[in-house]
C-alpha cells in the first residue's frame, strides 16, 4: 500500500459530481490534475447501497465546506460505476444533497495502484488519503471493512499537517503547538 512521502497515482476516472448537478447524470472526468496545486482528501468505501458506507460519506459531505476553507478538495470512490453511483443518490435520501463528487474506479486501477483492495471480497478498503498541494500522501488510514472512520479526525489531521508546526497528541486548531 503506498504511504505517506509516496506521490499520489495518476489516475483519470468517471465520477458523479456534487451538488445539484449529481442528480442530473452530468458525468465528469477527475483526473490527478483536477484541482492542481490543491489539498485533496480521497475518501475510499467498499460498494455502494450498503449500511456503513452512506454514513461515512454523509459526514465527509456535513464537513465539506469546512475542508474547502482548507483549500482542500474532497473526492469520495468506490470500485462502483458511475451509473450505480447516480443511482443510489437518487434513492438515498441522505446523500441527494451532497457536495462530494463520487470516483467510479470500476477497473480497480487507482484502487489497485494504491494497494486498497480488499484480499477476500475484492471490494476497496476503508482507506483514506490526505495529499498535499504537490500530489505528495501526507496521512493514510485503513479501516476494516466493519468500522466506519471519523472524518472530523482527517479534518484535524489536515490542519496539523498545514501549520508545518509539532502538533502534540489531541492537538486541534488553535491550540499551542509543541516548542523545541
Not at 490534475?33 to 456535513?62: R, S
Not at 483549500?71 to 457536495?99: M, P, Q
Request: net charge negative; hydrophobic share 40%; with cysteine.
Amino acid at each position: 500500500m503506498l504511504t505517506v512521502g509516496d506521490k499520489f497515482p495518476a489516475f483519470d476516472l468517471a465520477a458523479v459530481p456534487g451538488g445539484p448537478d449529481g442528480l442530473k447524470g452530468n458525468f465528469t472526468q477527475i483526473t490527478d490534475q483536477t484541482d492542481a496545486g490543491k489539498w485533496k482528501v480521497f475518501f475510499f468505501w467498499p460498494k455502494d447501497f450498503t449500511f456503513v458506507c452512506p454514513t461515512e460519506i454523509v459526514a465527509f459531505g456535513k464537513l465539506a465546506k469546512e475542508f474547502a476553507d482548507r483549500d482542500t478538495v474532497l473526492y469520495g470512490a468506490s470500485i462502483d460505476s458511475e451509473f450505480v453511483h447516480l443511482n443510489w443518490r437518487l434513492h438515498h435520501e441522505d446523500l441527494k444533497s451532497l457536495e462530494i463528487p463520487m470516483l467510479a474506479d470500476i477497473k480497480r486501477e487507482l484502487s489497485n495502484a494504491l494497494g486498497i483492495i480488499a484480499p477476500g471480497p475484492g471490494v476497496d478498503l476503508r482507506a483514506t488519503f490526505v495529499v498535499d498541494n504537490t500530489g505528495v500522501i501526507r496521512h493514510v488510514s485503513v479501516n476494516d471493512l466493519s468500522v466506519g472512520r471519523n472524518p472530523q479526525e482527517i479534518l484535524r489531521i489536515l490542519d496539523g499537517l498545514q501549520s508545518d508546526e509539532l502538533c502534540p497528541c489531541n492537538w486541534n486548531k488553535g491550540d499551542e503547538f509543541l516548542k523545541v
